[in-house]
């Protein structure tokens, strides 16, 4: 309403308003009360009503009752904010009391960051303003810029002095006290570049950084993968440009972290924008890893080709270059303990090819003349063979690897970083009984070889080890004659010789535990009988028989054609008789056979994977230290334990944390009934058998004799209760590294497990178990279903598990006629052991000969084809790795 429409005021004392507040006056008596008094509600509204000062504010029109609304309440008030502050009415503004004005309510505070966004509904509320999504960005950018600009800063350039100081690694003993300290010393000698060949230096450049010298020192997408790969739990990947390679290098701490990536990162742009490119090509190539400890380029030179790194022809700059790559894959000395597909033919191809590549690189780049390329193509630089550094002689050099590759396959430290030095390594190796055992085969060697007189006892070698039963540990070690000598091999932890005889036991006790198909899953007695005479058919349990390639029967051989006849398994361990054990295997099951000696300790990947007939008497090559451990879980009734060599490691007197430090536990892998029993099998191969040379020991031992096809190797494995020891004996080419026949070696025909390695075995085992008590071994209990093959006669009753006095069963005077062939052959009736076609070993057909019948071992596989040896192939997982993740 506008003021020209107000009404004029009213009489103070006259009006509505006087009338409203009655008579003045008192009223029939009585006074009036005063305002308030009352406890009304429109009694608050006087002069002297709380916040209005005690004194009425006269009102005003519509007009000016909006305007106040709008400033936000009906009326200003002397004081806004006591009770019934207003004419709101109680409890303010919007309360109930009458008033002219509309009571409102303030509006909220501001928001820094509107968002949720206030005023819109729905999915609007949920899309954020381009204010704040560029404010997001520019704080982002800003962010990042500072933590850039930082991080450049605080970082310091590398020094590739500092990055290659050595320290000594230090083995010890058993007992504590030091073997030896290696160390690399002057093998990481940088030079300056003006001492590298431009051929070194541009090899690196031609296969590694074509852009070296153009680029600012860092690949980001090379980047980015390396931390996706990170973040998404990967390995990292190394740096993909010389400068950060360089600067990879000189961490001597390689953990795997983003911190140390983006920290990798910011050095490598501070290297690429303030060092000479020279000085960085410098110091990639003398802090570089080359293999066997060398780092550096100088290193290098001297370990491979003894010469220093300014004398280096292009094709051997060209062979280090390729190195680079990564030396445990292209060494071709090959390093099959790190990894079983390093073996040296494998690396030799790898090397072969990308040196070949390299200098192609580098002729294409125009590096080299089309002359200096043809020159350098034309040969492949041959390497030198390694050499022992000081005090790693004799045995050490074998121990020292040995515990190497257990550290490197059960903790997280890479090789690089223990060559770098620092580390203490407590083994589980005695002096004592590693020097009894190397005296052992030096003495053995000295009288029954004469190599400088007679060829046939040229490149005889040996490997062994001893291992505690019920533990594990490694106590002792043969490798061979020392890499001063130029043996580089580990003989107790290699591949490539088969084990022959020495597998039986793992057939009987998968026998005892599974039984036959004829025995319906009843374990099988060692008293049970089958044909034991030589050049049998094998057949299969639906009544066929093994076939060769050329559709012939297969035959097993014995190593003699003497007629045993229907034996025991007993006897046929005792005589290492092949026939039984074959057709055993067969019946049992060859799967079973594996996973017996899988369970004893020996490795899936050492095994034949040709399950044929000859697996059971032992084409599969396990390494001395698994043999050694496989009989010492006979040995402890039963249970396995994996076999180490280390049992602490420190880092600069700390301990290494990603080592796992408890050794590893014993397991139950095999019936303890059923163990013992093989023990007491074995026990009588001693007393009566084939090696009775070993009762020289003078105390209770068990043990088995091998021999394999051809005699290119033979084995004895053999226990008590407190030690395990194996004992390798075999011919190697040193060229190609293919097992020789041992028949003619030490002026015998043949060599058996029961000769040369029992000797050794027997001159160790009494020097290592001097002053130690005989526990005997636990009794075994007669287990499982005599069965016999064929419906050979039953054993009599009064048949025992003491050993026999006398070396062989007289065979079975009269056998039934029944035969699984359908149509019996005069081959089939040899199976039956009677007949006089069982004198004839078959012409030409006869499956090869086998070193049964004194010892055993295998003979060829049912194709015909003889077995492969393969050579001592190095390695194979066992000893120093033992098995990898586990072992």
Known sequence: MSEHRRKPPQPQEGGRAAARRGPSGSSSGRRAAPRGATGSPADSYGPDAPGLGGEERPYGGRAEARRAAQKG??????????????????????????????ATT??????????????????????????????????????????????????????????ARSQNNVYYWGDGSQMVATGTGVNRQNVTIDKIPEAMQWAVISAENKSFYDDSGVDPMGIARALANMARGGQTQGGSTITQQYVKNTYLSQDQTLTRKFKEMFISVKVGTKVDKKVILQGYLNTSYYGRGAYGIQAAARTYFNKDAVDLKPTECAFLAALLKGPTYYDPAGNEGLDKSATADANRQRSEARWKWILGEMHKDQHLSDKDYQDAVAKYPNPRDRKATKGMTGQISYLADTAKKYVLNHSDITEQQFDRGGYQIYTTFQKSKVDALAKAVKTVQKERLDPKHRDLDKYVQFGGASVVPNDGAIVALYGGDGYENGHFTNNADTSGVPVGSTWKPFVLAAAMKYGTYKSDGEGVSPLSKYNGNDHLKVFKSDGSYYLKKDNTPFYQNNESAYRWGYITLRKAMEQSVNTPFVQLGVDVGMTHVRDVAK??????????????????????????IRMADAYATFAASGKQTEPYSVTEVKVNGTDATSFAKPKPRPKDAIDPNIANNVTDVLQNVIQNGTATKAKALGRTAAGKTGTTDANKSAWFVGYTQQLSTSIAMFRENPKDHKLLSMNG????????????????????MEAALKGKSDPGFPDATEIGKVQDEAGAPSPTPSI????????SDTPSPT????TPSPTPTPSDTCQLGWGDDCTDNGGADNGGVDAGGTDGGPS??????????????????????FGGPTG
């Open 73 to 102: 309440g009906r009326r200003r008030a002397a004081d806004n904010t006591g009770p019934g502050a207003g004419r709101g009415g109680p409890g303010g503004p919007t309360g109930p009391g009458r008033g002219r004005g509309r």
């Open 800 to 807: 025992s598990i003491t050993p026999s006095d006398t070396p």
């Open 860 to 881: 060829p596989d049912p194709t015909g084809t003889e077995t492969d040896d393969g050579g001592n192939t190095r390695g194979n997982g066992n000893g120093g790795i």
């Open 599 to 624: 369970a004893a300790g020996v490795l899936p990947q050492s095994m034949s994977q040709d399950l044929n007939p000859s697996f059971a008497i032992g084409t599969s090559t396990p390494s001395a």
């Open 745 to 764: 070696t030490a002026g015998s025909d043949s060599i058996h497990g029961g000769d040369i390695p029992t000797l050794v075995w027997t001159k160790y």
């Open 106 to 163: 303030a509006p909220g505070k501001k928001r820094f960051i509107d968002y949720p966004r206030a005023g819109r509904a729905g999915w609007r509320r949920w899309v954020p303003s381009w204010k704040l999504v560029s404010g997001v960005f520019l704080g982002f950018v800003g962010s990042l810029v500072v933590m850039v600009g930082v991080g450049y800063a605080m970082v310091q350039l590398p020094d590739e002095n500092l990055a």
């Open 815 to 818: 056998p039934s006629k029944t």
